[in-house]
């Protein structure tokens, strides 16, 4: 964000006054913490927000004079800490906030550094302290039942769409990184219309901007507006998550297939080789590159995308191969059934990986996404064969998707 400009628009914000997109709060404390306004009453200033059209929070600016009074240097940091805390622990579900710390001057001429809280649009509805709230004006009021209910009605058509092709509050078409989107541009059709249809961007009542896929496919850096889309990738040496047995460690937070690619990189570049002298030598690497690969492609193509906390963790250990993927298995899937049935969360997601990105040399075919369900039976069918131990699927607090694959060794590997 431009400072100078958002210095301009907060000025021009205070001289007018709150409205229906601005709030004014001064904050008092007991000794380095946040006293007044309490959690409850901050929580409810944020969900109402994001329950209708956005908007923008200044701590450290008095509501009733519009008197700049600002944040002392050394509770700035505590203090954006707790409103951060509201937005994710205080409000059901959690609401992202983007916060900017700005130095203000006060009617004597004096820089006062206050914190910019900017709230999106929701494509949810946020309950915050057992109550829903709504933006009046330059108030919060409790919703009214009926008002309430068509809130929950209108924001449920995101759920009716796949949550993949829902639009992404805050986004424009001006995000979209030009070298992105020429894979999927035809010249006998307007690029608007194209990427459209393509359900990469998605239009409401308000606005138009980029869908969850397109944030994912068409942004350098997705996780500007989807917090936890991306990899973490660790490598311990050992066989438990010790921060003194880590060696490597990497986050990928581009494009989802330059995410794919990284993920796999990662596990290449620090897999053990071991040999075996028996008529010649016979290299066995820990794992089978083409089964990671499907296993990286799958969380990535088919985790939850709406769940907030939550990043597709990929850590190796001497041993194994842990991938976590967010999100339980879709509709009636059960780990059971994933061997002879595939189902789709990400259907826009996944027709476009299938269509225009090619796959790694060691997946063994040209899409990067298959969609005849060969995926799980490879992934089992390629490292049981490497190791002599069967891979396993299981979930975690039925939330998150765990396949473990286990290292092959010279001394497990049976030709």
């Known amino acids: 964000m431009d400072r100078e400009k958002l210095v301009k628009d907060l000025l021009f914000h205070i001289r007018l006054g709150e409205d229906s997109s601005i709030e004014f709060k001064a904050i008092t404390y007991d000794g380095d913490r946040p006293k007044d306004p309490n959690r409850d009453k901050m929580a409810h200033e944020i969900a109402a927000f994001a329950n209708g059209q956005g908007g923008r929070i200044i701590l450290g600016v008095i509501d009733r004079t519009r008197e700049v009074v600002g944040i002392d240097d050394e509770k700035v940091a505590k203090t954006e800490e707790w409103i951060v805390n509201i937005s994710q622990n205080s409000i059901v579900p959690p609401v992202r906030i983007d916060t900017h710390l700005v130095q203000l001057p006060n009617q004597q001429g004096d820089l006062k550094t206050v914190i910019c809280v900017d709230i999106s649009r929701s494509i949810s509805v946020h309950q915050s302290a057992g109550r829903y709230y709504q933006r009046v004006g330059s108030t919060k009021q409790e919703m009214k039942p009926e008002v309430l209910a068509r809130l929950f009605q209108q924001r449920s058509q995101a759920r009716l769409i796949r949550f993949d092709e829902s639009l992404v509050p805050g986004t424009a078409l001006s995000n979209v990184d030009k070298t992105l989107k020429q894979r999927f541009l035809k010249s006998d059709t307007s690029e608007r219309e194209q990427l459209f249809k393509l359900h990469l961007t998605a239009r409401d009542d308000?606005?138009?901007?980029?869908?969850?896929?397109?944030?994912?496919?068409?942004?350098?850096?997705?996780?500007?507006?989807?917090?936890?889309?991306?990899?973490?990738?660790?490598?311990?040496?050992?066989?438990?998550?010790?921060?003194?047995?880590?060696?490597?460690?990497?986050?990928?937070?581009?494009?989802?297939?330059?995410?794919?690619?990284?993920?796999?990189?990662?596990?290449?570049?620090?897999?053990?080789?071991?040999?075996?002298?028996?008529?010649?030598?016979?290299?066995?690497?820990?794992?089978?590159?083409?089964?990671?690969?499907?296993?990286?492609?799958?969380?990535?193509?088919?985790?939850?995308?709406?769940?907030?906390?939550?990043?597709?963790?990929?850590?190796?250990?001497?041993?194994?191969?842990?991938?976590?993927?967010?999100?339980?298995?879709s509709n009636s899937l059960t780990i059971d059934g994933l061997m002879e049935n595939t189902v789709t969360r990400n259907e826009a997601l996944v027709n476009l990986l299938s269509r225009y990105y090619q796959a790694r040399e060691e997946a063994g075919r040209q899409a990067l996404i298959e969609r005849r369900g060969e995926g799980v039976p490879k992934i089992i069918n390629r490292s049981r064969e490497l190791s002599g131990v069967e891979p396993t699927y299981r979930m975690v607090d039925d939330s998150e998707l765990l396949l473990t694959i286990y290292a092959a060794s010279k001394d497990i590997h049976t030709d």
């Open 206 to 329: 308000y606005d138009e901007g980029l869908s969850v896929c397109g944030v994912l496919l068409l942004t350098s850096d997705p996780t500007q507006w989807l917090n936890n889309a991306y990899v973490q990738c660790v490598f311990y040496s050992g066989t438990e998550r010790d921060a003194q047995d880590q060696l490597d460690a990497q986050d990928y937070s581009g494009p989802v297939d330059q995410q794919i690619n990284g993920a796999v990189d990662f596990v290449k570049r620090n897999l053990r080789v071991a040999a075996k002298k028996e008529l010649g030598r016979i290299d066995i690497p820990q794992y089978d590159l083409g089964a990671v690969f499907e296993a990286v492609v799958n969380a990535i193509a088919h985790r939850d995308y709406s769940m907030t906390g939550r990043r597709i963790r990929l850590h190796m250990f001497a041993d194994r191969l842990e991938l976590f993927s967010p999100g339980q298995l």
